[in-house]
């Protein structure tokens, strides 16, 4: 017998039927939606034509014409506004990847020593979390780049942080490292490092499946990652040549300089992301019950073994997905930039080249684009490794 | 002697953690001294122009402040207007406290207060422009009025919009389902600053000709949209926290779509959601300091405005200016985050006796 078919009862009844009810439904919001966009770009158009702007990415072929205090591509102000976008992307790239290093670094050492069994300590990274995490990123950024950045002395009398590193209202000037003929070499013999240390440890894991006996793989590891560039340096010469900064008539010349700008951004950044990314990490180490460590140790599993085989890997598990999105957020976070004239993405773009060209939409929607693009791809990865490292329910 | 063993064990129980102790007393030992040496000691207390700050080696320079506290707190709003700002804050305190403490009664009429009633008495009192009361441009409000502004509208907003869109993303409708997942990932996507200039700059493209809303209402509008997709995924957390019996059971007695949800599953969700709500309260009051890029003076607008005042130019100004700053923004955050965890507690509790 077969049963009743229930699209089929269109009659007085038929407002009763929950599918074709949830049908009239999305058909109303697919409708709702297209009108919204409909008015929207329907009244943009009469407005554009209404006040004369150009509309379409023509403009990004014109001349800038202005100047960018940090450019990481060759840039003069002859190049195109297509040209700016570039700059100030690859300016919120740097800001965001050297962010994120130093401040995933910084946040585990702090998460850590909450947890620490020295009382001090852990109070310390606690009142460290607690001050940073609850005071807005952008009085933070003021703060290190008014209050603190600017009224240093000048070059002259810079303050020195580390040898040949100097540190004074022009930001920081360090040691610049160029490539010389033996770089490429170097950093060949560090990939094929990294590939042996891979292929060794699958082996490595193979053999102790197969025969229970363990292999020495992280010395062996450690060997092989110092041991290979070594033996580089030894046979060819130094990677890089070093170029210390000098003094110049008001400036450092050569060498690295970094913008104050630069130093603020970044380093406002890490400080406040690195309370964050604390709290996760003391999170996940916590999640891991007590009853993995004990019985890592009834099996005979020594402290650093314990540690590496089965606490890490399960606070992995809980400090990744909220760790990405901390991630996520320094590189949102690196617009702040445009308050204090680090020449970013949003600040050259979204904000210079709107003011010149004033094509608003244009210009905001290419800006937003990029960030959902990182967002977008982002949690594709995130989800791929989800799926890789979640539980395995038995 | 009880305090001798427990520095030992927790300060000297070894090499490594001598010296870390050792490390921290030293970073003690250098900061804090200095910190309140600063604020405190060394700072000049009383004055009423820059001469009063311009001692060598002066710390902070809290004449300044007090000077100018008045912006700080309301921007320029008129000075025989003022009393309307304070009723505002009185009667906002007013049904704040009560729905904080768990205890007290009228829970559901206390809320219908704060997000129905109160917003509405707020912008009549605030703006104006109604029988005996002056009209206050929202270009003259500011300071701590525009935080709170932007930070509880942002709150109201977000609420509903959000348990509207967190329904949405877990409906069986494919099409409900996508569209509010386009939302919600697309705000979430992209920065704030992104958002404000999409909103000063680009949304009175998208008006008809004519209609125009001022500068705040348009960050408003901005910042309501950001912070409701932010508040749709805590929602939704707390959806998920729901056992499926819970909606079978509402089912089987024969209640519709939005009964179960308003009466059985919104109620447990939301008090689970209590401590995520907050944090989202708290990121949205920090993150209310950047309508001051679009030009709207919030507290630290209204510092920063402050700083370029002739009769207050000293060289510890910007220091003074922006540690007090802080200090407030501070004072309310970590305020909020102690409720929540308060909170959090609090439902734990409550969870294990289930």
Known sequence: MR?????????????????????????????????????????????????NIASGFGFMNNTAGFGVIQTLIPYSEESSYGRVFLVGLANTLLVAVIGTVFAVALGFVIGVARLSGNWLVSKLAAVYVEVFRN????????????????????????????????????GVAMPAFHPTDATSLFLIALAVAIVGIIVLRRWARKRRLATGQSFPDGRIALGLL??????????????????????????????WRLLPEFVALTFGLVVYTAAFIAE??????????????????????????????????????????????????????????????????????????????????????????????????????????????????? | MTAVKWAHKNLFSGVWNTILTLAAIYLIAVAVPAIFDWMIFSAVWTGDSRAACLVPDA?????????????????????????????????????????????????????????????????VLLAGDRPGLVGVETSLWGGLLVTLVVAITGIVVSLPLGVLLALGRRSEMPVIRMLSIGFIEFWRAVPLITVLFMASVMLPLFLPEGVSFDNLLRCLIGVALFSSAYMAEVVRGGLQAIPRGQYEAAR???????????????????????????????????????????????LLGQVRAQLSDPTWIVPQGATTGYVFAALVFWLFCFGMSRYSVFMERRLDTGHGKN
């Open chain 1, 135 to 170: 005071i807005p990123l952008l009085l933070q950024l003021f703060f290190w780049y008014f209050a603190i950045l600017r009224p240093l002395p000048a070059p002259r009398e810079s303050i020195v942080l580390l040898p040949d590193v100097f540190l004074s209202n022009r």
């Open chain 2, 59 to 123: 710390g902070a320079c809290w004449p300044f402040v007090t000077a100018n506290l008045k912006q700080f707190i309301y921007g320029r709003y008129p000075d025989a207007e003022l009393w309307r700002v304070n009723l505002t804050f009185a009667l906002g305190l007013a049904g704040l406290v009560p729905i904080l403490i768990p205890s007290m009664p009228a829970k559901r009429w206390n809320l219908i207060y704060l997000v129905v009633a109160y917003p509405l008495i707020a912008i």
């Open chain 1, 226 to 255: 110092i041991g290979l560039p070594l033996l580089v340096f030894f046979a060819v010469g130094a990677p890089a040549q070093i170029e210390p900064p000098v003094m110049g008539k008001f400036n450092f010349d050569g060498g």
């Open chain 2, 252 to 298: 089987a007695v024969g209640m519709s779509y939005w009964q179960t949800m308003g009466q059985i599953i919104l109620p447990q969700a939301l008090r689970h959601v209590i401590p995520g709500i907050v944090n989202t309260f708290i990121g949205l009051f920090k993150d209310t300091t950047l309508v001051l890029i679009v030009g709207i003076f919030d």
């Open chain 1, 280 to 394: 996760i990490v003391r999170s996940g180490i916590l999640s891991v019950s007590k009853g993995q460590t004990e019985a890592a140790h009834a099996i005979g599993l020594n402290n650093s073994q314990t540690l590496r085989l089965v606490v890490i890997p399960q606070a992995l598990r809980v400090i990744v997905p909220p760790l990405t999105s901390q991630i996520l957020n320094l590189t949102k976070n690196s617009s702040l930039a445009v308050a204090i004239a680090y020449p970013d993405l949003v600040s050259i773009f979204a904000g210079t080249v709107l003011n010149q060209t004033g094509q608003a939409i244009e210009v905001i929607a290419l800006t937003m684009a990029v960030y959902l693009v990182i967002s977008l791809a982002t949690s594709f990865a995130m989800n791929t490794y989800n799926a890789r490292v979640a539980i395995v329910e038995r």
């Open chain 1, 3 to 51: 049963p009743p078919d229930k699209n089929k009862s269109f009659g007085p009844m038929a407002w009763t039927n929950p599918r074709l009810r949830s049908l009239v439904y999305q058909l109303g919001a697919i409708a709702a939606t297209i009108a919204i966009f409909t008015f929207f770009a329907l009244t943009a158009r009469a407005n554009l034509e209404r006040q």
